[in-house]
Each structure stands twice: as structure tokens, then as C-alpha cells.
């Protein structure tokens, strides 16, 4: 085998090594429509409108100062304010999504595991017994995005919820 042939495998193992990590997605990052995690409360309500309930902001003690959430059908966001610029706008601390209707980072309800190994990869843990023959794949934020989990639980090998959160205790 020449050396020209050696580098050009190498070359192409190389470019295939990259390719399949540039598919996945930070946990950290997740959108739907644009909007996830640190999202402000205003940005939520530009993309998706005004919500079908939504709570009054009550005091937590976790970071000092107020929480609330909103909820779409299928999808909800729960938000707080204190750590944000002046203790004044809420953000997105956490996010579930329950329905079809929505998309989180290219995974939806009903989406095989393979999809979500190719969407989030393959470093997980693996929850059973999260409810009825229900199981839940945790990919952890880390430190330098969260620390934060995010879950992706199945039934019968399909995604039925998706749910994204930093651990603000």
C-alpha cells in the first residue's frame, strides 16, 4: 500500500469520525422553534405566542427570586428570574414536550431510539421503571452547559416525552 493510499484512508476515516459527531446536538442546546433553555419569557412568547396558561411568579429560594411557568398544549417551560441581568427577566431553566405537534432539536413523538442516538449520541444513562413500561435515556449537561439532564423517556422504543432542565438546587 502506497503512502498516498494510507493518507487518503486516513483522510476519509478522519472526515467520517467528524461528520458523525458534527450530527449530534448539546443537551444544553436543545430548541423548539428556536427557543430552549436561557430563552427569555419574551422570546418565548415571540415564537410561540401567547400561551394557553400560564402561572402567576410566585418566590423560590433556590437562586432568590421568582418563578413561573407557561404551557402550550403538549409542551411547558418553567422560568425564573434570579439569576438574570438585575433579578428581572425570567428565563428558561427548564422544558417539557409531551406532544406531535412539537419538534425538539429534530426529535419528535414517536421517533425511534436510533434517531435520538444519531440526534444526541450515545453517551447516556438509562432510567427503567420511569412509569409503565416506560424508560428514560439521561444526557447530562455537564458543567461548562448546565449542570442539567436532559431525559428523553420511551415506550416500546419510541419517544413519548422529552424533558430538559438545569439543576438550579
Given amino acids: 500500500m502506497s503512502i498516498k493510499t494510507v493518507s487518503s484512508t486516513a483522510a476519509f476515516i478522519l472526515l467520517c469520525i467528524v461528520g458523525v459527531s458534527a450530527q449530534t446536538v448539546n443537551p444544553a442546546k436543545l430548541r423548539i422553534k428556536g427557543v430552549g433553555l436561557d430563552s427569555t419569557y419574551a422570546q418565548v412568547l415571540s415564537v410561540l405566542g401567547r400561551p394557553r396558561k400560564e402561572t402567576k411568579p410566585i418566590s423560590e429560594e433556590c437562586i432568590g427570586g421568582h ?43 414517536g421517533d425511534t431510539e436510533e434517531t435520538v442516538r444519531q440526534r444526541l449520541g450515545r453517551k447516556f444513562t438509562v432510567e427503567k421503571d420511569v412509569g409503565p413500561g416506560t424508560i428514560a435515556w439521561g444526557y447530562d449537561m455537564g458543567d461548562k452547559f448546565g449542570p442539567g439532564t436532559t431525559y428523553v423517556h420511551f415506550k416500546n422504543r419510541r419517544v413519548v416525552s422529552i424533558i430538559s432542565n438545569y439543576m438550579v438546587c
Fill in 67 to 109: 418563578e413561573k411557568t407557561v404551557e402550550y398544549p403538549g409542551l411547558s417551560f418553567y422560568l425564573m428570574d434570579g439569576d438574570s441581568r438585575g433579578g428581572k427577566t425570567f428565563e428558561v431553566k427548564g422544558f417539557e414536550m409531551s406532544s406531535g405537534t412539537w419538534n425538539v432539536s429534530g426529535i419528535k413523538i
